[in-house]
Nanobody, 115 residues
Framework: QVQVVESGGGLVQPGGSLRLSCAAS????????MGWYRQAPGKEREWVAR???????NYADSVKGRFTISAGNAKNMIYLQMNDLKPEDTAVYYC?????????WGQGTQVTVSS
């Protein structure tokens, strides 16, 4: 059984920072892709950033230069460092794990950017 668990969301003022964490556990291939998506109220879920097990990464244009995705020292753990947050970054953030043509999602963590 594969599990994906996010943590680290919260309320932050515009211009502030937050770091999200995602831990995946279970029978996971050594070759995989992990990433972050977000869904704002009334909008479709959108991709934010991804990192592969080879260490390559990329970002959506809307967060490039402000967000940084990284792998943790523990296996199958990633982070999303979010700086210079804007009200439009408010959303539920979901961690995503893909391998062997299968996709797993976490339960989501709320990020609210408001003064």
């Amino acid at each position: 059984q594969v599990q994906v668990v996010e943590s680290g969301g919260g309320l932050v003022q515009p211009g502030g920072s937050l770091r999200l964490s995602c831990a995946a556990s279970g029978d996971i291939s050594t070759i995989y892709l992990m990433g972050w998506y977000r869904q704002a109220p009334g909008k479709e879920r959108e991709w934010v950033a991804r990192i592969t097990s080879f260490g390559s990464f990329n970002y959506a244009d809307s967060v490039k230069g402000r967000f940084t995705i990284s792998a943790g020292n523990a296996k199958n753990m990633i982070y999303l460092q979010m700086n210079d947050l804007k009200p439009e970054d408010t959303a539920v953030y979901y961690c995503n794990l893909e391998f062997s043509s299968r996709t797993y999602w976490g339960q989501g963590t709320q990020v609210t950017v408001s003064s």
